[in-house]
Nanobody
């Protein structure tokens, strides 16, 4: 059974940094594209960053470009989201996502989410 487990959320001050981690298991992680989404209260879930596999191409939502960096460690089956220069509006539950693709056997997987709160 495939699984995504996020960690690293918490409270940060505006201008601060946090790093989220997502440990994956049960599918071909090194070849799969991985994404980070977020959902703020009362808003729709939005994609903030994506990293392709295995070429490691990346793209970002305009709202986080230049501040967030997605990366992966295939030896650890883990994808990261480094968040710098945090703003109040980055407050949300952050989710890790994989699929659908041949590498996830055409299934979509979500983590349980990790809360990020940016507040002074």
């Amino acid at each position: 059974q495939a699984q995504l487990v996020e960690s690293g959320g918490g409270l940060a001050q505006p201008g601060g940094s946090l790093r989220l981690s997502c440990a994956a298991s049960g599918f071909t992680f090194s070849s799969a594209s991985m994404r980070w989404y977020r959902q703020a209260p009362g808003k729709e879930r939005e994609m903030v960053a994506r990293i392709t596999g295995p070429s490691d191409g990346t793209d970002y939502a305009d709202s986080v470009k230049g501040r967030f960096t997605i990366s992966r460690d295939n030896a650890k089956n883990t994808v990261y989201l480094q968040m710098n220069s945090l703003k109040n509006e980055d407050t949300a539950v952050y989710y890790c996502n994989a699929g659908p693709s041949v590498w996830t056997r055409w299934r979509v997987y979500w983590g349980q989410g990790t809360q990020v709160t940016v507040s002074a």
